[in-house]
């Protein structure tokens, strides 16, 4: 115990020490066992535990699985390219960069293991394809020697896991979502009535929280169906929450709610707050939703969208399945696109720069070049800031090379048999756990070990010579250079460009729905907005800015779609020329993003039509609509 204090005292993360300690001791298990099965490249083993492990067994197993079918995919495709190029090494750069490009493209648009199987399909296909041109072993032979190394070092991943890791600690987790709904039921009863709940948080403060807990709900996803059912259901529920908290926001302090509806969701809270059955609990807001419903049918639609999505939850508890509970489409994750679509271009792009570039020089090492560019160009296209990553990686992957070098042509020399050059290396390996546990050296130094495998050829009689070794060494370490590079100058991302794609995203899908609006399609696009709402307050959290103009501007997106939806249902049964003044309003409305001012003033002319029509409510919902533009103008600016 006092040990541990000792550690964290001074900067280790005990956990991640814990789990760096198991990951290197599987390591170094595949390297022999690996070594033992006459692999041509042991170490790979070694490196896949480093690739698969996880701190969490659920999310281990899962990705080890994941891992295992990434790489019968990219070996499978490694293979046909390498029949299809034959002896053209253009053809093979060409053909590998489309692949690579692709799957990183499908690696950011998807979620969680997926997104890691699809980046893993691409550079095991580089792995296969460049590593493997110049390899003595037959195109089945290679092929089948890649496919066992991958699994000696899956197995070992899995075999320390099960024994050694701890399982995921999903309660955790419910509880606190637990304690989420909580503050937010009491803080809406709060606002409904008079009473005051000690310790109340602003609507943007809790919308934070909810953020950073949907964020945990990845990871905890994995291991199991489930486990993916509980945090759909779970995500329902935040998405309810956020629901609530924009009405509050819109609402503020004005006026009072009836005493019954105020009351039903006091005994909501109080239930939630001592940990009640679910149904118990949706049972108050029902009672409040049908309270309200007369006076307030938006308070009525948040009752019911929370209400719906605990008995949603317990539906899961009870049949261990997520249903969607209700009429209306369930959550609809945020898919970033273009995002997507900027990787695909990014990788192809640089890949095929790399790529024909050896194809002309013929340099030896050539091969490496492209393999650590592909690596690196596609597992870190995710990051919210990769540049910023590919420092610390590149300066972990220098150590790693002078390091190889010098076990190469130092240390090596002095064995007599195999099993010492083994021996040898296990040390550089188990030495990795220091600096991945500790907060200031922890990021890249997966990349140290990686590239000291990489590096490492365990076998006798030692063959080639210092300069080639140095050579080699110089192309892995060009990986990371070339990345950083790419990442700074080829649609350079941040926390700050993402968020700003994403209010962008959110804005072209309202001028879609002002040009060709659907009942259907307003439910899809209300169905994505809370979790984009979420993501928008994560991402503006992680860059330490105020998440006042987020939640604002994302109420006024909401409020615009609602009003958008009004008046479209309006003109269904209006005169005809009610028709004609809705229709230019909602062109005018279809380029919201290129003046705001315009359209907030389109809005208001036309509510002077509605009110002189004798349309008071719609009339008056517009006006209200055309305020918020204005007063959010930089919000729908910034996202052009």
Not at 40 to 52: D, F, G, I, L, Y
Not at 522 to 529: F, H, I, N, S, T
Request: one cysteine or more.
């Amino acid at each position: 115990m006092l040990t541990t204090a000792w550690l964290a005292g001074k900067g280790f993360d005990i956990e991640r020490l814990r789990f760096g300690l198991r990951t290197a001791l599987a390591s170094c298990l595949a390297l022999v066992v690996a070594w033992s099965l006459g692999l041509e490249h042991p170490q790979w083993s070694a490196m896949t535990v480093w690739a698969a492990s996880q701190p969490v067994r659920e999310l281990m197993v899962e990705k080890s699985l994941y891992r295992m079918a990434g790489t019968l995919v990219g070996t499978a495709a490694g293979l046909l390219l390498l029949l299809a190029a034959g002896d053209s090494l253009p053809w093979l750069v060409i053909g590998l960069a489309l692949w690579v490009g692709l799957c990183a493209g499908a690696g950011n648009a998807l979620y969680s293991l997926l997104s890691y199987g699809a980046l893993l399909s691409g550079y095991s296909a580089a792995m296969v394809a460049l590593l493997g041109s110049a390899d003595s072993l037959g195109t089945l032979a290679l092929g089948a020697d890649r496919l066992l190394t991958v699994l000696v070092g899956v197995v070992m991943a899995l075999l320390v896991g099960l024994l050694f890791t701890p399982g995921a600690r999903r309660s955790e987790l419910e509880e606190q979502g637990r304690r989420c709904t909580t503050r937010v039921l009491h803080q809406l009863a709060a606002q409904l009535g008079s009473r005051r709940h000690p310790g109340a948080q602003a609507p943007s403060d809790l919308l934070v929280d909810i953020a950073l807990l949907e964020a945990q709900l990845e990871p905890s996803a994995a291991g199991s169906r489930r486990a993916r059912h509980s945090a759909r259901t779970q995500r329902t529920i935040l998405a309810a929450l956020t629901a609530a908290l924009l009405w509050m926001r819109r609402r503020g302090r004005a006026g009072t709610a009836s005493p019954a509806v105020e009351r039903a969701v006091h005994a909501a809270a109080l239930a939630m707050d001592r940990a009640a059955p679910l149904p118990e609990v949706a049972g108050h807001l029902q009672r409040a939703q049908a309270l309200a419903g007369p006076d307030d049918p938006a308070l009525a639609q948040v009752l019911e969208r929370l209400g719906d999505a605990l008995l949603a939850r317990q539906r899961f508890r009870d049949t261990g399945r997520a249903r969607r509970q209700g009429n209306r489409p369930g959550l609809l994750r945020h898919r970033d696109w273009v995002h997507a679509r900027h990787a695909m271009l990014r990788t192809t792009g640089v890949l095929l720069v790399v790529g024909l570039t050896w194809a002309a020089t013929g340099w030896s090492a050539g091969a490496y070049v492209m393999l650590g560019t592909a690596v690196m160009v596609t597992l870190f296209s995710t990051l919210e800031n990769p540049a910023w990553m590919m420092r610390h990686v590149l300066l972990w992957q220098a150590i790693a090379a002078l390091l190889a070098l010098t076990v190469r042509w130092l240390l090596w020399p002095l064995a007599d048999a195999e099993w010492q050059l083994i021996a040898l290396l296990a040390p550089f390996i188990l030495v990795t756990v220091i600096p991945f546990a500790h907060r200031r050296t922890q990021n890249g130094t997966v990349d140290y070990v990686m590239v000291l495998l990489l590096l490492s050829q365990p076998t006798l009689p030692l063959v080639g010579t210092f300069s080639h070794s140095l050579a080699v060494a110089l192309a892995v370490v060009a990986g990371p250079l070339l990345a950083l590079i790419a990442f700074r100058l080829i649609f350079p991302t941040s926390a700050r460009h993402r968020q700003r794609r994403l209010e962008a995203m959110m804005l072209n899908e309202l001028e879609a729905l002002a040009r060709q609006g659907t009942p259907e399609r307003a439910a899809v696009w209300e169905a994505r907005l809370y979790h984009r709402v979420m993501q928008l307050v994560h991402w503006s959290h992680r860059r330490g800015d105020a998440t006042q103009r987020v939640v604002d501007g994302s109420l006024a997106a909401l409020t615009l779609g609602e009003t958008l939806q009004a008046l479209q249902h309006h003109g269904e049964q209006a005169d005809a020329a009610t028709r004609r003044r809705l229709a230019a309003s909602l062109r005018r409305l279809g380029r919201l993003r290129q003046s705001p001012q315009e359209a907030a003033a389109a809005l208001e002319r036309l509510a002077r039509t509605l009110a002189y029509r004798q349309q008071v409510a719609l009339a008056r919902q517009s006006r209200h609509t055309a305020r918020l533009l204005r007063a959010n103008q930089a919000f729908f600016q910034q996202a052009s």
